[in-house]
């Protein structure tokens, strides 16, 4: 009867050495945790005319170093991701290694926390510091988007998680115990599948229209006086290409100059007697071939209506002095007359407005400016921008460095009013006459605020346009800001010129692994070994007895067959 009766749910002791095992394996897994988790932004990837560019992979998983020469002898770079902050970089050495094709396991840059477009300050100039450093990242981002680069690169911003780890890594390689398979360490993964190919990336227009007054009611009639924008961007790391500046300075310039005509042409009275088309444009950087296709979309009667167009880039760099670019010769009567309107309202604002005339090249694919476009149809145009001379193709076009801390608010509340002045006093034919139709203190006074909060969102939304769908939440803001502001507003969808080719893949998690060298492997495989071993003896022993134990390690006796 006793015997019958059921022991007690316990957990018998003999299983106790099996619960101590397990709980070794779980905390073994646990050293497989990342240490941290990093959002990290891949090089851009494309192709020129079929030839390639920037970073050709995405996937990273290699052990972390943070020197070109740490234990060079011993240590295979091609299966190292190096960590290098920018703020320390040897660009003659960075160029020297990329330029001999040698090979990493990967390069993660890592950018300061000033230069993320979630950093929206807005103290401009004054720090020597930071000017310099700009100006490493830019020359570091021209040698990289224009190498072919067979291993990922990824940009990172510091943060404490981050410089923890790079100070660990830094310690190992100067104790000459760089991360190896062997010694262990720190290891780099982003998981990734293969880039590819952007099929047919399209580039969207919008265009606003803002008619005049005409008696008999019909403004198709009218002239017409464009101002335009390119709004998208093209960067080292195009989900970071916020272009603050360049363009996003022109594109909030439009949006206020628009608000203000909206403004004046409201009342009858005050319309007056030219059409106003607003065309923000795509394919900046390049070539324009936004906006060449935009304006090859109008008809015949009204590319011949328009009197001229005034492109706007770049216009947000402390300063006094902007230039006029033009494709006609200085001496045209009509480059005269819009020269003259804009010299005489900037005098009025303490600014200055240099003439700068460059030939088109015909032949050449390159268009260095988005008046070009206009002058290539025999349409009177002139860029307006704080910069002097030209970009180079895909250059200064939302660099890492062009963020909103670059951008003041004051320089482009200043070339709205000079815009808008010009152009207000060649509509209502007061050249000349001093009249201040944009006064500070009167009803058509530039919005600061209005002026701030584009300029905001701009200086966070990456804008690298074959990454733009038709229905991205931010063109439809610019669809809807514009058709606030005027009459009527059209959007043109279009494909990318087909020289321009870009792959996907722009971003990722980067996670940053502890790992055991195979010493410590093979040591917990010893001990784990003995401790089985030993607990199988144990459980036979106490079981079966210990003769039992010692006859599974006799040699069993051997058997003769008998030949038949």
């Known amino acids: 009867m006793a015997n019958s009766q059921r022991r007690p749910a316990a957990l018998d002791p003999v299983y106790y050495p099996v619960v101590a095992l397990a709980l070794i394996l779980v905390a ?15 090089l851009v990837q494309y192709d020129l005319s079929g030839v390639p560019f920037g970073s050709r992979l995405a996937t990273l998983n290699h052990h972390a170093g943070s020197s070109f020469f740490a234990s060079s002898s011993t240590v295979d770079l091609s ?4 960590m290098l902050p920018v703020r320390e970089l040897d660009l003659d050495l960075i160029k020297e290694y990329i330029g001999q094709g040698k090979l ?69 390689d100067a104790s000459g115990q760089p991360a190896t398979a062997t010694t262990g360490g720190y290891k780099l993964v982003v998981a990734a599948s293969d880039p590819k190919k952007i099929a047919s990336p399209t580039i969207t227009n919008i265009q606003g229209w803002l008619p005049g007054l005409k008696p008999d009611g019909d ?11 390119s709004y998208d961007t093209f960067g080292a790391a ?16 439009l949006l206020e100059i628009a608000r203000l005509f909206s403004v004046l042409y409201s009342n009858p009275k005050t319309r007056g007697r030219y059409n106003l088309l607003f ?41 006094n002095e902007l230039h006029l670019h033009v494709s006609k010769p200085p001496e045209n009567t009509y480059i005269q007359q819009i020269f003259q ?64 801390r670059s951008v003041s608010e004051a320089s482009i509340i200043r070339s709205v009013k000079l815009v808008a002045e010009s152009v207000a006093r060649h509509i209502y034919s007061q050249e000349g006459k001093g009249t201040n139709i944009f006064a500070d203190n009167g009803s058509l006074a530039v919005n600061p605020s209005y002026v701030r909060s584009w300029l905001d969102l701009l200086s966070t939304t990456s804008r690298v346009a074959p990454f733009l769908s038709k229905s991205d939440p931010l063109i439809m803001a610019l669809q809807k800001e514009l058709a606030d502001h005027t009459a009527e507003v059209n959007v043109q969808h279009e494909t990318l010129d087909e020289t321009f080719t870009f792959y996907d893949s722009i971003s990722g998690k980067l996670h940053v692994y502890q790992v055991a060298s195979v010493t ?29 134990l010692i006859s599974l390690f006799r040699r069993p006796p051997s058997r003769k067959v008998k030949a038949v």
């Open 279 to 319: 065309g923000l444009t795509s394919g900046g950087p390049y070539n324009f071939n936004g906006t060449q296709k935009w304006l090859r979309s109008f008809d015949q009667r009204l590319r011949e209506s328009i009197d001229y167009a005034i492109c706007l880039n770049s216009l947000g760099s402390l300063g």
């Open 520 to 548: 410590f492997d093979l040591l917990l495989l010893l001990v784990l070994g003995s401790y089985l071993i030993t607990l199988f003896s144990f459980l036979v022993i106490t079981t079966r007895g210990l003769d039992d």
């Open 219 to 229: 403004s198709s009639q009218l002239p017409t006086i464009a101002i335009v924008a």
């Open 79 to 82: 299966r190292t991701v190096l």
């Open 238 to 253: 195009p989900a970071l290409s916020v272009g603050s500046d360049s363009n996003g300075s022109g594109v909030v310039a």
């Open 28 to 42: 073994c897994v646990d050293f497989c945790d990342a240490v941290t988790v990093v959002d990290v932004y891949r």
């Open 341 to 404: 309107g804009f010299s005489s309202v900037a005098e009025e604002s303490g600014l200055q407005v240099g003439l700068k005339h460059k030939k088109i090249n015909i032949s050449s694919p390159r268009v260095a400016w988005e008046h070009e476009q206009f002058s290539r149809l025999r349409v009177t145009a002139a860029t307006i921008s704080e910069l002097s001379t030209a970009p180079e193709l895909l250059e200064g076009t939302g660099s890492l460095s062009d963020n909103r």
């Open 104 to 172: 990493l396991g990967g390069l993660l840059l890592l950018l300061p926390p000033q230069f993320s477009p979630e950093k929206v300050e807005t103290a401009v100039g004054g720090d020597e510091d930071f000017d310099l450093l700009r100006n490493k990242v830019s020359e570091l981002e021209r040698l990289l988007i224009h190498a072919n680069i067979p291993y990922p690169v990824y940009f990172a911003f510091e943060d404490d998680n981050i410089n923890a780890v790079l100070a660990e890594v830094k310690r190992n």
